[in-house]
Structures are given as structure tokens and as C-alpha cells.
């Protein structure tokens, strides 16, 4: 099947990787990562990889953290988000040292130099060989540093008062499009379950890691409000072509603000997602 490119898509045909819903999404989900940056004990001093960074906001955060003794590049293939990258966050640091770099995964391990922590953030979903790369990763991490990979795993989306049973058909039409009849490049929307298992494989010293849970109660703010209308039409989009009309127009009921059945405005509003992170150490 061919599929319409998706206003959410990145320069390369990535899915869920534009500089705007990149920018929602971390407004979005920026509380929970700041938290869970506290707790990967990155330290002042560090010198960080983050791999596939986008527009740069976790190089930002990272940046606060290792302080200006210490360094961050940021590494992604798609032109235009590193261009964004690089004349907003670094030169909002302008002390620190703040690099980026346009390359793809397939080209990192010809960088130079060493890391204490290379963080990999909502990546892994778009990378079919994950032992491979993490073979590319380890050799670029100092001995007892470590590879830090995040992503959301897409099996939980709770969406309240969508009814369970239209929730669950959209979920298992979305789940049947990704195993079965999806074009485009590689793409796991269910990654965030197979980061521990992929890291105990690649025989890491110690792997550890915590799943957060991404719960917000309504009334929806505006950023909210986009960004679950955009999930709403990116799920449309994705499983449209298995669809009747009648499925299609109740879906997008709960994404209008003009019907009663809007979601965001509603009493109930209620939205969770999971996402995973693992860490291991070289
Ligand atoms: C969903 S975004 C995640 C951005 C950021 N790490 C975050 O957590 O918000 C995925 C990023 O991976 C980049 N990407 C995907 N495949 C890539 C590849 N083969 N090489 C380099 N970057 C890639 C995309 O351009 C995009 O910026």
C-alpha cells in the first residue's frame, strides 16, 4: 500500500519526526523529561551523545546538566532539524559546548572521540538491526560509560471517553497495519517493550531501567489539546484504508472541538501513555 506523507513526517519520510510535532511533543511530555533525566545520574563533566536528537531540546537539557566542563553533541540524518538545532540551542548556550553534527545511525561509528553516556531517545523505533547499532554505540563509549535508550511503546493509549471497543478496534487496525501492510522506512511503534531484552542481548555489564507512566487529567490546555488532535488524525491517517466511513466520521467526532463529542473539553478527559527507558553499561 502506498501511503499519503503525514504533515507529522521528517525530512526523510520519518514517521512522527517534523520540527513541529517534535516541538508539541516535548512541550507536551517536558515535565516527565526533565524527571527522568534526573534520575540517569548523568554528572558535571560528562561528555554526551545524544543520537537522533531532532531539534536539539534534550541536548538543551542535557547541556544543563554536564554544565560547561563538560560537552554534548547532538547527531541526527535530517538537514533541517539540525540547522534548527544548532541556531536555537546552541546559541542559547553560548558557554557551553554544544555541537551538532547531520549524520544517519549507519554513520555514527566514524565519529571520533569517546562518550561517558550516548543517549538514543525515541529512536530505536525507526532502526531495523538495534544489536547492530548497539555494536556501533559501545565502541564509542569510554569503559564504564553507558548507552541510555528511551521510547514510547504505542500498546498503551488510553484516551478517555473514547469507548473502549472503538479505542481497541483502532488499536488492533493500527497494530495489524504495522505487522502487516505499512510502506515507508522501518518503523516499530511497539518498541518500548523490547528495550530490556534488546539490551540484556548485547551482553551490557549492567542494564537497568524504569518505565514512566505519561498521564494527564483534563481540562486539556491548548498544547494538550494539539497534541492529542494530532495523534487522533495520525492514527486516522495511518489505519484510513481499513476504515468504513461511518468508523471514520465517529473517530473524528472525538477530535473536533465543534461536537459534543470532543474529547479534550470533556469532564472525563483522561490520556495515558507509557515510555520506556534502559540503560547499559559498556
Ligand atoms: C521521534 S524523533 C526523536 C527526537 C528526539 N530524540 C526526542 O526524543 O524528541 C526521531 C529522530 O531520529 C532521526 N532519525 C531517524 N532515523 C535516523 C537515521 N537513520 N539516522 C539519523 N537520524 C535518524 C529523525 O530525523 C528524528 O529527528
Not at 56 to 70: N, Q, T
Not at 140 to 166: Q, Y
Request: with cysteine.
Amino acid at each position: 500500500m502506498s501511503k499519503t506523507p503525514s504533515l507529522l513526517n521528517g525530512e526523510n519520510g520519518i514517521e512522527l519526526a517534523s520540527l513541529e510535532w517534535l516541538s508539541l511533543h516535548h512541550r507536551v511530555k517536558a515535565p516527565e523529561r526533565q524527571q527522568i533525566l534526573k534520575r540517569f545520574d548523568i554528572r558535571e563533566g560528562d561528555r554526551v551523545l545524544d543520537l537522533g536528537c531532532g531539534p536539539g531540546f534534550w541536548v538543551e537539557m542535557l547541556a544543563d546538566i554536564v554544565g560547561k566542563s563538560g560537552a554534548v553533541v547532538g547527531a541526527d540524518f535530517d538537514e533541517g532539524l539540525i540547522h534548527h538545532a544548532a541556531k536555537t540551542i546552541a546559541l542559547s548556550r553560548p558557554d557551553h559546548d554544544i555541537a551538532f553534527k547531520c549524520i544517519s545511525f549507519e554513520e555514527v561509528g566514524d565519529m571520533l572521540g569517546t562518550f561517558d553516556v550516548i543517549f538514543f531517545s525515541n529512536c530505536f523505533c525507526y532502526v531495523p538491526d538495534p544489536q547492530e547499532l548497539l555494536r556501533r554505540l559501545a565502541v564509542l563509549v569510554r569503559p564504564g560509560g553507558r548507552v541510555i535508550g528511551r521510547n514510547w511503546d504505542g500498546g498503551v493509549f488510553i484516551l478517555n471517553p473514547i469507548p473502549e471497543v472503538t479505542l481497541a478496534r483502532m488499536q488492533h487496525l493500527l497494530a495489524e497495519v504495522f505487522d502487516t501492510d505499512r510502506a515507508g522506512p522501518y518503523f516499530d511503534n511497539y518498541f518500548g517493550r523490547k528495550l530490556p531484552g534488546t539490551f540484556r542481548r548485547h551482553g551490557f555489564k549492567k542494564v537497568t531501567g524504569e518505565t514512566q507512566v505519561i498521564e494527564r487529567w483534563g481540562p486539556a490546555d491548548a498544547d494538550l489539546s494539539a497534541y492529542i488532535k494530532a495523534n487522533g488524525a495520525w492514527w486516522e491517517e495511518t489505519v484510513s484504508h481499513k476504515l468504513t466511513p461511518t468508523e471514520r466520521d465517529e473517530w473524528r467526532r472525538y477530535f473536533d472541538e465543534r461536537d459534543e463529542r470532543y474529547v479534550c473539553r470533556s469532564e472525563d478527559f483522561y490520556f495515558c501513555m507509557l515510555e520506556a527507558a534502559v540503560t547499559g553499561y559498556v
